[in-house]
């Protein structure tokens, strides 16, 4: 099971997410005289569950592409330095 599927990740995360859009919405509310706080509220957990639904989708399309390149989907994702370092790190352990 990777960390995209473990419930307490996802359950941090969510906490996390909707303590900022409390504090997002106080602090708004402490220095503007905004007149609608649910629907303040409501813009806010809309781009959340847009943000969400596209962090969705590019796990899933990581995924997908790790499958057909024949990478373990349980391994996990590295890019950039990490992953350069690890592909020099296994060419190096090749040659002995």
Same mark, same amino acid.
């Given at each position: ?12 995360? %969510? ?14 509310? /402490?220095? $503007? !005289?905004?007149?609608? *706080? ?14 969400? %639904? ?14 057909? /390149?024949? $990478? !373990?989907?349980?391994? *996990? ?20």
């Amino acid at each position: 099971m990777g960390a995209k599927d473990s419930p307490t990740i996802w359950l941090i995360v %969510w906490t996390l997410n909707n303590i900022g859009v409390t504090l997002l919405n106080k602090s708004a509310f /402490a220095h $503007v !005289d905004f007149k609608y *706080p649910f629907f303040l509220s409501f813009v806010h957990m809309m781009c959340n569950s847009a943000g969400s %639904w596209v962090t969705f989708r590019l796990i899933d399309a990581e995924d997908r592409r790790r499958k057909e /390149a024949g $990478v !373990d989907a349980s391994t *996990p994702h590295t890019s950039g330095v990490q992953g350069l370092l690890g592909a020099i790190s296994r060419k190096e352990i090749n040659k002995r």
